[in-house]
């Protein structure tokens, strides 16, 4: 009677599990129906189409480096170089290394005239691996290390080996460190997405503008006030910005549903 | 007795021309302006004498400006002499005379004699701005005042964002000595105040008679936010007064050591500093909002009176060369909401980003704005280039005005170095095939260069503006196929609570391993350390056998295995063969009333003994005290 009994809560259990799985795997199967028609309503032109199905995926399964990227490219073909900016760079932090990106972002760029300063090597090196590629490395790193230390107390190991290994074991976790330092950076960044952004001279409706800002280029927030935000852009200037005119690269879900 | 007249009369000559020489007064210029100040010197020489008080003239001020002595050796004998020096300023133009002045030296009384001059009319003002307008009347509160301010009349309704030009005038009583500590400054929160980095102008004006050195700073005001505000501006300034105290003192100076004295012998008056705030009349000014109706799509904000002039080269290109639109806007207004004009049609166009250079003009909110953009042709049917236009509000209409620049013709030819050849001959002829042409209106097709209204060109700035053009010719490569895996928003994995926690654990297990690393090697390299580790484990090690054998109750046991405990103790701290320590090496080793003599005695007679000596009590008890005295061997 109690082997009923426990035979009846394994099947619940199993049952339960493959509903869910089944549920899962029909998701996915629909993200993926979705993303397909969107890529057709893209190739026949129907990019206002191809863009609300994107965003509808964005919004409510989530985002992936693909799907950013085939976002940006309908945004850079509609005209919206604001988002399409954005959506690269949401891209390049999923896949750091995709040429694909990097290739329609430098183009777009060239394009509308967002020419960027040359990066300082540092920043290069820092920009081969994407930040949580970089973080990833350093937690391998530093458990590696500690597994490592652990057999030595079971093991007998030379010592000088042991020393050789733990200094560049620390020395690869300082640089994996400092890549993810450089990178965090980008993660930071906000892009103006505003057709007719302007600098301001003070947070509130009606200052007096300082010039125009592009619609695509790099921002850094330094401070909010209400619904302004003082920024520094990549070519040193400042001033205040609405925040309805400019988007973080990175968000959460809870970002990515409101509407941009 | 003729003799004696002739020496009198001689005598009274000598005193008569003594007395003649020994005062004078001089006035220099004998003839100045309204604006302008004489000095006025009295003389006294080869004596000690006392000026009198100045007398009153109608229409004079005499303000005294100092003392100066000069000594003179010459054929051996000294002559001095002391200056006393006024400044002299009239109030209005006239002829003027100075009556004798009385002094008394060595006790006679001696006059000067009188001075007559001229003053003429304020010749010498600086003409003002605006064709020399003649300054207003002294106000109320102006008058008893040494320094104050004007602010030329700005009109009391304007919108918000526009620019108001106005002069702030800086008025300081002529012959004040000055300086400024702050620059006009606005006060109410509902303007912005600009003004221009240059140095003010500085002129002189007589405003009801009394000269005033004038500073002038042009600038705008700008409201920024509506309703009706009181504004002011504020200077601040430092003036340098003579010190009344000093001057009313008896003698003219200081009784002990008065500084006067040393001061005007060097030339130099007593002035102590007064520092002022300087505060414009309030001016209420009321600030209207823009209107939203008929606000055309393209209104950036620019607010005033502008015109627009658009040029493009080259106008015959290869297909996909650029052509540069040079686009002059010029005016009065806010130039910092002026933004480039936009095409009125961007289908088969590519357009980059403008750039724009603002000259400055003559007056204040006046100059010009140009800007260069780069477009392409996309296709090579294209003939012209679209009307551009631009928008901005007219706040003496009311309303908003677009212009709107004529289409310009063009050529496009598969030729790539047509537009090369194009520009080389421009050059050449100096007109070239550049083409100018001035914004007209659109609605009434006069081509005076009047803004069109606001409708007129409303539903027409469709999608694809020059902001937005159609990126399709970037040549992009191609979507992903493969969606990859989602993730629920864009964070980085070290914000994720799972992978802080690996990282956790993994740094908390290096630190462990690395802390027990350290503490076997430093145990290994210490071997006092590592023998009281052997000791105490031995020890632990005893007692429990010494607690197994008593809960057996075999008392010779028991005894057998405390004997081996304190022989194992000892001899690990005497650093000798357990087995061979005996009752006597205690004896000799520990002082004789020490409990383990007897304890180990009691073990060593008992383990020979066949009946048991001890109860279980006793055992409980023997064990207790060894214990005891082993751990303190520790």
């Known amino acids: ?260 | 007795m003729v003799l004696w007249l002739l020496l009198a009369i001689l005598g009274a000559a000598t005193v008569s021309h003594a007395a003649a020489s020994m005062v004078s007064a001089s006035l220099d210029p004998r003839s100045f302006s309204v604006d302008q100040a004489a000095t006025l010197t009295i003389t006294i020489n080869d004596g000690d004498g006392t000026i009198g008080e100045l007398p009153q003239v109608d229409g004079l001020d005499f303000e005294r400006r100092g003392q100066s002595s000069q000594h003179q050796w010459m054929n051996g004998s000294l002559s001095s002499s002391v200056s006393t020096i006024y400044q002299v300023q009239a109030f209005r133009p006239g002829s003027y005379t100075i009556p004798s002045i009385s002094i008394t030296v060595d006790g006679k009384q001696l006059q000067t004699e009188a001075i007559a001059f001229e003053v003429t009319p304020a010749a010498a003002v600086v003409p003002q701005q605006g064709g020399g307008v003649a300054p207003l009347p002294l106000t109320g509160d102006e008058a008893g005042q040494l320094a104050f301010l004007r602010v030329t009349s700005v009109k009391g309704k304007s919108y918000v964002g526009e620019v108001l030009p106005l002069e702030i005038k800086a008025y300081f009583r002529r012959g004040l000595r000055a300086s400024l500590n702050s620059q006009p400054r606005l006060n109410g929160d509902g303007f912005v105040l600009t003004q221009s980095n240059k140095e003010p102008a500085q002129t002189e004006e007589v405003v009801d008679n009394v000269p005033y050195a004038v500073l002038t700073w042009p600038g705008t005001l700008s409201g920024i936010k509506e309703g009706r505000q009181n504004v002011s501006i504020t200077i601040e300034a430092t003036l340098l007064l003579p010190d009344k105290r000093r001057r009313s003192a008896p003698l003219g100076g200081d009784p002990f050591f008065g500084n006067d004295i040393f001061a005007d012998f060097f030339n130099q008056q007593q002035l102590q500093e007064k520092k002022i705030q300087i505060v414009s009349k309030d001016m209420a000014l009321q600030v209207l909002p823009l209107p939203t109706e008929g606000k055309p799509a393209d209104f950036s904000g620019a607010i005033g009176k502008f015109d627009l002039q658009v040029k493009a080269q080259p106008t015959e290109v290869g297909l996909g060369d650029p052509i540069t639109l040079t686009m002059t806007v010029q005016g009065t207004g806010n130039f910092d909401r002026v933004d480039a004009p936009v095409l009125s049609r961007t289908e088969g166009w590519k357009s980059y980003s403008p750039s724009s250079k603002m000259t400055a003009g003559a007056r204040v909110g006046q100059g010009s704005k140009v800007f260069e953009q780069a477009i392409v042709a996309k296709d090579m049917d294209k003939t012209t280039i679209p009307p551009l236009s631009f928008s901005f509000f007219d706040p003496e209409a009311g309303k908003y005005q677009t212009l709107r620049s004529d289409p310009i013709p063009l050529r496009v030819t598969k030729d790539e170095n047509a537009g090369k050849n194009e520009q080389l001959s421009s050059g050449a002829n100096g007109q070239g095939a550049s083409n100018n042409t001035t914004a007209k209106d659109a609605g009434s097709g006069d081509g005076q260069g009047r803004p069109d209204g606001a409708g007129a060109r409303a539903g027409e700035n469709g999608a694809g503006q020059a902001g937005h053009p159609d990126a399709s010719g970037m040549n992009l490569a191609p979507l992903h196929s493969q969606l990859g895996s989602l993730q629920q928003g864009l964070l980085p994995l070290a914000s994720r609570t799972s992978f802080q926690i690996v990282a956790l654990i993994s740094f908390l297990l290096l630190v462990a391993v690395i802390s027990l690393k350290i503490r076997a090697r430093r145990l290994a390299n210490n071997p006092a350390l590592c023998r009281h580790r052997e000791m105490v484990q031995l020890l632990e090690y005893s007692l429990r056998e010494i607690e197994k054998s008593r809960q057996q109750g075999n008392t010779q046991d028991f005894l057998a295995v405390c004997r081996k405990a304190m022989q194992e103790q000892l001899g690990f701290i005497w650093q000798t063969e357990p087995g061979a320590i005996t009752l006597a090496d205690l004896r000799q080793r520990l002082a004789p009333d020490a409990e383990l003599i007897t304890l180990f005695a009691t073990a060593e007679s008992g383990a020979y003994v066949v009946e048991s000596p001890l109860s279980r009590q006793e055992m409980v008890e023997y064990a207790g005290k060894l214990e005891r005295e082993l751990r303190q061997l520790q």
């Open chain 1, 1 to 260: 009677m109690k082997w009923h009994k426990s035979a009846l809560v394994f099947l619940s259990l199993v049952m339960i599990f493959c509903a869910f799985l089944g549920t899962c795997l029909a998701a996915e199967r629909e993200n993926i129906q979705n993303f397909l028609e969107a890529n057709r309503a893209y190739e026949a032109g129907d990019l206002t189409r191809a863009i609300r199905i994107y965003e509808d995926l964005a919004a409510h399964a989530g985002v992936s480096a693909s799907l950013c990227y085939n976002l940006a490219n309908s945004y850079a073909r509609n005209g919206q170089t604001g988002k399409a900016v954005l959506e690269y760079e949401r891209a390049l932090l999923l896949a750091p290394g995709n040429a694909d990106i990097h290739t329609n972002l430098e183009r777009l760029r060239q394009a509308k005239g967002l020419f960027q300063k040359d990066i300082p090597w540092w920043q290069k090196m820092g920009g081969l691996l994407g930040l949580n590629q970089w973080t990833v490395l350093a937690a391998i790193i530093l458990l590696a290390l500690a597994l490592f230390h652990l057999g030595t107390l079971r093991f007998a190991v030379l010592r000088r080996f042991s020393s050789s290994l733990t200094a560049a074991c620390l020395l690869l976790f300082c640089l994996c460190s400092a890549g993810g330092a450089i990178q965090y950076r980008n993660w930071q960044q906000a892009v103006i997405i505003a057709p007719d952004a302007r600098l301001l001279l003070s947070p509130f409706d009606g200052a007096g503008s300082t010039g125009i800002i592009e619609e695509g280029r790099l921002i850094r927030i330094i401070k909010r006030h209400d619904s302004y935000a003082l920024i520094n852009d990549e070519n040193g200037r400042s001033g205040w910005v609405p925040d309805s005119s400019f988007a973080f690269i990175a968000m959460t879900m809870a970002d990515n549903k409101k509407p941009l």
